[in-house]
Nanobody, 123 residues
Framework: VQLQASGGGLVQGGDFLRLSCTASGRSFGTYAVGWFRQAPGKEREFVAAISWTGRTTTYANSVKGRFTISRDNAKNTVYLQMNSLKPEDTAVYYC?????????????????WGQGTQVTVSS
């Protein structure tokens, strides 16, 4: 399954954005979905992930309490609600899918990477 992230933009610190992740050509099925981000000059890092049922979620410490991951399997979409954005959240955000039941936090457990969406937070 190939995923596509969208919804990024330029916002000020303290603002919010909602990113969407959709699957092209087929449904998410029973895949867990994870969000990752890559800032300029840095490695891609884990942000959040959700199980295929939506019952299990996990977050990076840096976003816990500010970001919320959710999914609507009927719409074949996973969301990342990002509140209280900080300049350090500036990055390209990617989503990807994993067949592992408990949503993993490691990049190599995921596939179906598509083009990311740029999020820029000004101070």
């Amino acid at each position: 399954v190939q995923l596509q992230a969208s919804g990024g933009g330029l916002v000020q610190g303290g603002d919010f954005l909602r990113l969407s992740c959709t699957a092209s050509g087929r449904s998410f099925g029973t895949y867990a979905v994870g969000w990752f981000r890559q800032a300029p000059g840095k490695e891609r890092e884990f942000v959040a992930a959700i199980s295929w049922t939506g019952r299990t979620t996990t977050y990076a410490n840096s976003v816990k309490g500010r970001f919320t991951i959710s999914r609507d399997n009927a719409k074949n979409t996973v969301y990342l609600q990002m509140n209280s954005l900080k300049p350090e959240d500036t990055a390209v955000y990617y989503c990807a899918a994993s067949a592992i039941l408990t949503p993993p936090r490691t990049e190599n457990a995921y596939g179906g990477w598509g083009q990311g969406t740029q999020v820029t937070v000004s101070s």
